[in-house]
């Protein structure tokens, strides 16, 4: 099986669980609130090494205690953190406003510093997969990089490489449907559908009793690439990715655990 690198955001989460998100100039009582490790990359690369992948993590932390609480969760997951930057300063935090339905609305905290980070695109070798689980302009010349030297390389939208082979991400994050890298578009709810050479399949989702949504759409994305990183289908890695979703959305945590086997049983639509 190949490495995976995993560049994206490490984050410290302050989950606020509130019977509805207040309007503008309104007051809301959380009735239960707490803190945990998070952030869209370090959620994905703690699912693949759970899992039993070789995972990298690319990214930062600040010179704080949750910068050290971070790193120390991605090391017991197994992710290696020989590239996580330690920054002056805060580590990246958010706030979490979670309803009942289990829907969640983000606030950062505190300033986006993933655009700094060094790449080390010569540890990349060929096979190896790499996610950019968060998008800059700026890691554009160090993805075609990696595409170059071999590796298989996705990203959330709009991952604006030439070499993109896999956009991953929300429906709501793209602009528009990619001519070249094949789109695998989360809709929540109501599944999955990927848009590749002019024609598009829609996979749904599988049902479950929804308490938190948070990291759903990151576990599926592990999914997704543990599928390709095992040299399955694309139809496959999006049946295991929906799997590990309706795994997540079922328990209170930001990053995915208890991940299981693909479930029979969904089928696309074309």
Known sequence: MPDFWIIGPIAWDLALYVDRVPASGHFVQASESVERPGGTGANVAVALSEAGGRVHMVGYVGSDAAGRNLTNTLTAAGVDVDHVQVLPGHTSSVALLIEPNGERTIIGIHPDLLRTITIPTQAVVSGDIVYFAAWHDTFASAAQAMATAGALVTSVPPGAAPAMQ???????????????????????????????????????????????????????????????????????GVRLGLTWAATTVQTRSSMPTTLQTPQAGINKRE
Do not use: C, Q
């Open 166 to 236: 896999y956009l991953i991400g929300s429906r709501n994050d793209f602009a528009t449907v990619p001519e070249k890298a094949t789109a695998v578009m989360t809709e929540g709810a109501n599944g999955v559908t990927v848009y590749s050479s002019g024609k598009s399949d829609h996979y749904p989702a599988i049902p479950a009793d929804v308490v938190d949504a948070t990291g759903a759409g990151d576990a599926f994305a592990a999914g997704l690439l543990w599928e390709i990183g095992n040299g399955k289908t694309l139809d496959e």
